[in-house]
């Protein structure tokens, strides 16, 4: 499969603590991306990191990138409640052809208890 | 404005009929995609056309058949429905970033119930 693995599958916190959601992968890419979905929603894009980077930070969210594990991690500090949500990593490779396409991870359901 | 609007949200219907997702976005992105998602949140590319054409049919049975009248729609029509068929399916739509990546932007989910 081509699809990316997310560990955990579920993480409970409380508010104030960090999240740490980890995504193993298996072909070369040319960037990963972090989506969040609350429930009931549908996906929204968090942050992108090239397969040239090693890290990126957007506000509370810090993301890394090792290709040569092929996995990448996503650190979400200061947890709020509002933070409650699914995350999925997604890579971006030419999947047996000249089209690019986003291959999502199993997700990570991530609670944060207030 | 909704960026990415699917209609219906919901939809409940019988083994064997057929039925359709209708889709549009006002982003003016090129390239639109349907994935499928199953109970277990997993989420599987459908289809994507880009300016109309089809260039991602992954497999996908022939009861599925995607339709784009012009680049802000994507509609997608099932035959003869099965209860595999249940899922909740998204729309979604892309650009280019500077960069040179591909950002999907998608819509709430249609849940698709079959009886």
């Known amino acids: 499969s081509q699809q990316g693995e997310e560990d955990p599958q579920a993480l409970s916190i409380q508010e104030g603590e960090n999240a740490t959601m980890n995504c193993s992968y298996k072909?070369?890419?040319?960037?990963l991306q972090w989506y969040r979905q609350n429930s009931g929603r549908g996906l929204v894009h968090l942050i992108l990191?090239?397969?040239?980077?090693r890290e990126k930070h957007s506000g509370r969210l810090r993301v890394t990138l090792d290709t040569s594990k092929k996995s990448s991690s996503l650190l979400i500090t200061a947890s709020r409640a509002a933070d409650t949500a699914s995350y999925f990593c997604?890579?971006?490779?030419?999947?047996?052809?000249?089209?690019?396409?986003?291959?999502f991870g199993t997700g990570t359901l991530l609670a944060v208890q207030p | 404005d909704t960026a990415v609007s699917q209609t219906p949200k919901y939809l409940v219907t019988q083994m064997g009929n057929d039925k359709s997702i209708k889709c549009e976005q006002n982003?003016?992105?090129?390239?639109m995609y349907w994935y499928k998602q199953d109970s277990k949140k997993f989420l599987k590319i459908m289809f994507s056309?880009?300016?109309?054409?089809?260039?991602i049919n992954e497999t996908v049975p022939n009861r599925f058949s995607p339709k784009s009248p012009d680049k802000a729609h994507l509609n997608l029509h099932i035959n003869s429905l099965e209860l595999g068929d249940s899922a909740v399916y998204f729309c979604?739509?892309?650009?280019?970033?500077?960069?040179?990546?591909?950002?999907?932007?998608f819509g709430a989910g249609s849940r698709l119930t079959v009886l």
């Open positions: 990191i090239r397969s040239n980077e």
């Open positions: 056309y880009n300016n109309k054409e089809l260039i």
């Open positions: 982003l003016g992105h090129d390239t």
């Open positions: 997604a890579t971006d490779a030419n999947y047996g052809g000249a089209t690019n396409k986003l291959i």
């Open positions: 979604a739509s892309s650009s280019w970033t500077s960069s040179g990546a591909n950002v999907l932007t």
């Open positions: 072909t070369s890419i040319n960037n």
